[in-house]
């Protein structure tokens, strides 16, 4: 069971990590978790690019070591890069010590590789403590989403993930996809049939880049 619209209680909550964009004009974000990966993001990019569309990308610091010209066709392509933690480590589950190695390892990997340097990061599953929130705010903002496809979800078939996108996208809207092998079989489809409803409706697709919203973060 996980939310597909998440409920306007939790940006209440947690309201300095950054759900959605404050717009009024038809502008969505669209956002790929744990890559990057052979051939399936290289895929995402391609259908990305026949669309003009911009993307960013939370990348896996192991995965950006061991496939780091995909991580750099990202980069040159205008897409905007995140840091999504080095091994994908659950927050709640997560003593702080472990979970901030884990993240500085995957800033220093993407420093390493790309020479690219980030200041968003999107915890694993979206599960973070207060704690380990208060520290990574410190020099990052924190991209959680208002809308998540589902294409993880072994249950769900490629119309379910477009369903659940087209259902509940809103202006300014942080759309949570993932360019893995294990979402790729809904992926393919789901998306392509994303970029084509969301252009005839108007929308633009932009990639996230740090706001304001950082410089208020406890130091």
Request: charged share 20%.
């Given at each position: ?5 998440f409920p ?102 993407l420093q ?108």
């Open positions: 069971m996980y939310f597909k619209k306007a209680i939790l940006r209440n909550i947690y309201p300095d990590y950054l759900w959605r964009v404050n717009t009024e004009e038809k502008v969505m974000y669209l956002t790929f978790d744990d890559g990057p990966t052979p051939v399936i993001t290289q895929e995402v990019l391609s259908l990305l690019k026949k669309f003009d569309a911009k993307a960013t990308f939370f990348l896996l610091g192991k995965n950006i070591q061991t496939h780091p010209h995909i991580a750099h066709a990202i980069i040159d392509a205008g897409h905007s890069i995140g840091n999504h933690g080095y091994g994908h480590l659950n927050g709640w589950k997560t003593n702080n010590f472990t979970y901030f190695k884990d993240f500085l390892l995957a800033q220093q990997v390493e590789y790309t020479g690219y340097q980030t200041e968003l990061y999107r915890p694993a599953y979206g599960r973070i403590t207060h704690k380990q929130a208060l520290k990574i705010m410190k020099t990052h903002q924190i991209v959680m989403m208002d809308v998540l496809g589902g294409d993880f979800d072994l249950k769900a078939n490629s119309e379910e993930v477009f369903g659940n996108v087209i259902k509940h996208v809103q202006p300014g809207s942080i759309v949570c996809l993932h360019d893995s092998e294990k979402a790729w079989p809904r992926l393919s489809k789901a998306l392509l049939l994303i970029l084509e409803h969301f252009e005839q409706e108007g929308y633009q697709f932009k990639a996230l880049h740090p706001t304001p919203l950082l410089s208020r973060a406890t130091r």
